[in-house]
């Protein structure tokens, strides 16, 4: 059963960057589809961006993140990142990487529920 365990968490000032990455084991981790989402306190979670393999091409960015966001993956090192820059208070949230079916990765992001997950990073943006 795959694994994920994020990092890179932190607290950062508005205007900053900050590099999320997710480990995953237990399994390869290039037949999956990943994403990123992020949840803050009294708020729903909230997809950020998901990705496939580069074949099928699929990467989704939340609007509020696109421009400013961008979603990687290094399959031989069984890790995805997410790099954010110029962000800003209302980024502020728990960071959970996900992964899934490798087709549910569409360009209006994930259409089914992710079937793994990681605990979440805290990412705090101060103004």
């Known amino acids: 059963q795959l694994q994920l365990a994020e990092s890179g968490g932190g607290l950062v000032q508005s205007g900053g960057s900050l590099t999320l990455s997710c480990i995953a084991s237990?399994?390869?981790?290039?037949?999956?589809?990943v994403a990123w989402f992020r949840q803050a306190p009294g708020k729903e979670r909230e997809e950020v961006s998901c990705?496939?393999?580069?074949?099928?091409?699929?990467?989704y960015y939340a609007d509020s993140v696109k421009g400013r966001f961008n979603i990687s993956r290094d399959n031989a090192k069984h890790t995805v990142y997410l790099q954010m820059n110029g962000l800003k208070s209302g980024d502020t949230a728990t960071y959970y990487c996900?992964?899934?079916?490798?087709?549910?990765?569409?360009?209006?992001?994930?259409?089914?529920?992710?079937?793994?997950w990681g605990k979440g990073t805290q990412v705090t943006v101060s103004s």
């Open positions: 990705m496939n393999n580069p074949h099928l091409g699929n990467i």
């Open positions: 237990g399994s390869t981790l290039d037949v999956y589809a």
């Open positions: 996900a992964a899934g079916n490798l087709l549910h990765c569409r360009q209006q992001g994930f259409t089914h529920e992710p079937w793994y």
